[in-house]
T-cell receptor, first 113, second 114 residues
Framework: DQQVKQNSPSLSVQEGRISILNCDYT??????FLWYKKYPAEGPTFLIS?????DKNEDGRFTVFLNKSAKHLSLHIVPSQPGDSAVYFC????????????FGQGTTLQVKP | GAGVSQSPSNKVTEKGKDVELRCDPI?????LYWYRQSLGQGLEFLIY????????KSGLPSDRFSAERTGGSVSTLTIQRTQQEDSAVYLC????????????FGPGTRLLVL
């Protein structure tokens, strides 16, 4: 049972344009969400997080949106840069579940110069 | 400061052999997690340690998998009688207190079982 789903395995955008990565979840108990970026042969690196009491969190070029009624979150990267090319994972946790993260399958983003 | 470190970075073993993977968390972090990423898949939770509490082992796929954390710091993940389906990248993460907060990941150990 895949509780966190990233339905797009890959995304390609032009440098300077917006990248939108999507994530859906099924467990209504999830109340904390994170996005991680992963380069080949490296561990995931934390990007941005959002609590379920918010619907938007912004950090520089990165903004995460949360739609609880739709059980959907998205990561916007504006403007996209070639260095953003990586695999992006969304992850979720519940406050009652020791903080362990449930990850999506990942979306490979390619930003073309 | 030093991040999470893992060793070895790569491990090739024969089916049926035992392997040990090591994780050194960030100093001062009380929570430690093990995940694995199989080819083309997302990260899968394996086990969680928090201070002196009993570990959350709910993600371990079989009794061939075990982990310990000595002195509240270094952790070792042991896989006994390895199978080909154990081939994956094993990732360790640590966080300050184990609550809902950022987990910092190590580079992973790439395990290949022949």
């Amino acid at each position: 049972d895949q509780q966190v789903k990233q339905n797009s395995p890959s995304l390609s955008v032009q440098e300077g344009r917006i990248s939108i990565l999507n994530c859906d979840y099924t467990n209504s108990m999830f109340d904390y969400f994170l996005w991680y970026k992963k380069y080949p042969a490296e561990g995931p690196t934390f990007l941005i997080s959002i609590s379920s009491i918010k619907d938007k969190n912004e950090d520089g070029r990165f903004t995460v949106f949360l739609n609880k009624s739709a059980k959907h979150l998205s990561l916007h990267i504006v403007p996209s840069q070639p260095g953003d090319s990586a695999v992006y994972f969304c992850a979720a946790s519940t406050s009652s579940n020791t903080g362990k993260l449930i990850f999506g399958q990942g979306t490979t983003l390619q930003v073309k110069p | 400061g030093a991040g999470v470190s893992q060793s070895p970075s790569n491990k090739v073993t024969e089916k049926g052999k035992d392997v040990e993977l090591r994780c050194d968390p960030i100093s001062g972090h009380t929570a430690l997690y093990w995940y694995r990423q199989s080819l083309g898949q997302g990260l899968e939770f394996l086990i969680y340690f928090q201070g002196n509490s009993a570990p959350d082992k709910s993600g371990l796929p079989s009794d061939r998998f075990s982990a310990e954390r000595t002195g509240g710091s270094v952790s070792t993940l042991t896989i006994q009688r390895t199978q080909q389906e154990d081939s994956a990248v094993y990732l360790c993460a640590s966080s300050l207190s184990g609550l809902q907060e950022t987990q910092y990941f190590g580079p992973g150990t790439r395990l290949l079982v022949l």
